[in-house]
T-cell receptor, first 111, second 113 residues
Framework: DQQVKQNSPSLSVQEGRISILNCDYTNSMFDYFLWYKKYPAEGPTFLISISSIKDKNEDGRFTVFLNKSAKHLSLHIVPSQPGDSAVYFCAATVYGNKLVFGAGTILRVKS | DSGVTQTPKHLITATGQRVTLRCSPRSGDLSVYWYQQSLDQGLQFLIQYYNGEERAKGNILERFSAQQFPDLHSELNLSSLELGDSALYFC????????????FGSGTRLTVV
């Protein structure tokens, strides 16, 4: 039962353009959402998060949008840089319990 | 360095064998989580320990077991290994009740041949 889905296995974007990574979830009890970034041979690292009481959270070049009615969140990276090339995981949790992860999206930023 | 230490980094073993993966959490973190990442799969939750006690269980096989010791380090034991157990195994730690995000270790890559 995949409660968190990232339907795009990969995304390729030109340097300087916007990268948009998408994530859908099925469990309406999720109250906190996070994005992690993972480079090869490293563990995932926390990138940005959003509470279910908000619809947007911004941190520098990274913005996460949450649409609760559609059970959809997205991560925008503007402008994209080659160093952003990595695997991005969407994750969700209910009241601070275990994180449920999506399958990940490979982002390639071309220079 | 994330502060979460996993050893060994790589492990190659034969089918039917037993291995132990070790994790030292970040200083001050009481919770340890184990995740498995197989090829083309996301991070699958295996088990969580909090201050020495099992807190939550995911899709962990009966051949797998874990424990958290008084010094808060954790071990994941995998027995009767099969080819399909080949994967990256990540440990993460967190301060339960604080920020919801985890701090991950760099993982142990297990190859069963």
């Amino acid at each position: 039962d995949q409660q968190v889905k990232q339907n795009s296995p990969s995304l390729s974007v030109q340097e300087g353009r916007i990268s948009i990574l998408n994530c859908d979830y099925t469990n309406s009890m999720f109250d906190y959402f996070l994005w992690y970034k993972k480079y090869p041979a490293e563990g995932p690292t926390f990138l940005i998060s959003i509470s279910s009481i908000k619809d947007k959270n911004e941190d520098g070049r990274f913005t996460v949008f949450l649409n609760k009615s559609a059970k959809h969140l997205s991560l925008h990276i503007v402008p994209s840089q080659p160093g952003d090339s990595a695997v991005y995981f969407c994750a969700a949790t209910v009241y601070g319990n275990k994180l449920v992860f999506g399958a990940g999206t490979i982002l390639r930023v071309k220079s | 360095d994330s502060g979460v230490t996993q050893t060994p980094k790589h492990l190659i073993t034969a089918t039917g064998q037993r291995v132990t993966l070790r994790c030292s959490p970040r200083s001050g973190d009481l919770s340890v989580y184990w995740y498995q990442q197989s090829l083309d799969q996301g991070l699958q939750f295996l088990i969580q320990y909090y201050n020495g006690e099992e807190r939550a269980k995911g899709n962990i096989l009966e051949r797998f077991s874990a424990q958290q010791f008084p010094d808060l380090h954790s071990e994941l034991n995998l027995s009767s290994l099969e080819l399909g157990d080949s994967a990256l195994y990540f440990c993460a730690s967190s301060v339960v009740g604080g920020p919801y995000g985890y701090t991950f270790g760099s993982g142990t890559r297990l190859t069963v041949v």
